[in-house]
């Protein structure tokens, strides 16, 4: 049974360098037509059991008052807002002012994730961003002023010419505001970006591995001098303001994926829906189902992504829950694998969850690449 609900909005004012989400440029798209289909694929989904909801992009805020108010109005009529533990929407610094906040809180949502990025405007222009490090502290402010008190701010690092005086400072701004969350991820560089162009042709380079290290251990240790823990390798919050809807990727749970490009995972099986906006509008109008792709999650396959997922989490994966779900233990699936990742420091046990250490965070893909299956497990 699906406990969230993501809702894609593939709109946005200008292009990201760094992005390779499903994204077009607002100016001259079939927006309405857009959200009419949204609603149509939304009316196919049960979401009597819905938990979160989370409507990301793209940017949503890029909408018209007008569309922001037709897109809340959607959601309502599909979704039981009232029995929701979150509802998150996405927020642009410089594309939200008072009138759209005013319809988001209308509409239930009780939950802003602001992408700043980072608070130095020279890098906030490397990298494509149509706002500057002022309007990101306006809309933060605003969003306060309009009654949002659950806040999370996006950073960034590892950005081209950063340097750790620069990230140490972007930290300094962002905790500043006071945000009860902050999301921060290194810098990746995709296909089918900008950036993989300028890195393709020599223009950019990712950051050095030692010197990412050194800017992660500098973001945990000013964001808990700030009251904001490490709750997943990315994510930081002061007590009861963690991602409901993330914790649901992160403990391999089920959730609906809405709108053109989007993924999700109902009653055993992954589906991803088709990207175009004109085939994402023409297959929910012809057939009322957007879905292009789809793959039955074996046994092997949610175990792996079990551990996986859950040793993002700093509090790890709880054997008891694994248990429960695959009717064995975490050792008699992994007696090996777990062994050596003990030996070697990487992970630890404690209150029936097993988690990364510290030097285990560290080395992330490394350790969960002990976690992979060589064949399909038994049933218990």
Known sequence: MAKGLYVHIPFCEYICYYCDFNKFLINNQPVDEYLEALDQELASYKMDQLQTVYIGGGTPTALSVEQVEKL??????????????????????????EEKLSLLKAGKVDRLSIGVQTFHDTQLNKIGRGHSAEEAKETVQAARKSGFDNISIDLMFGLPGQTMKDWEETLDEAMALAPPHVSAYSLKIEKQTRFYNWWREGKIAPLPEEEEADMYELLVARLENYGLQAYEISNFARAGHSSRHNRIYWQNEEYIGAGAGAHGYINGVRYANVKPLNHYIQAVQEKGNPVQ??????????????MFLG??????????????????????????????AKQKGWLAEADGYLFLTEEGKLL???????????????NN
């Open 72 to 97: 809340m109005q959607i959601v309502s009529r599909h979704v039981p807002v009232s029995q929701l533990k979150e509802y998150t929407v996405e927020v642009n610094p410089g594309d939200v002012g």
């Open 293 to 306: 792709s789809t793959h039955p999650v074996t046994r092997k396959e949610q175990i792996e992504e079990e």
């Open 311 to 340: 040793l993002r989490l700093y509090e790890g994966v709880s054997t008891e829950r694994f248990y429960q779900k695959y009717g064995c233990t975490v050792e008699d699936i992994y007696p090996e694998s777990i062994q050596e």
């Open 364 to 378: 992330g893909n490394e350790v969960f690449t002990l976690f992979l299956l060589d064949e399909e497990p038994e």
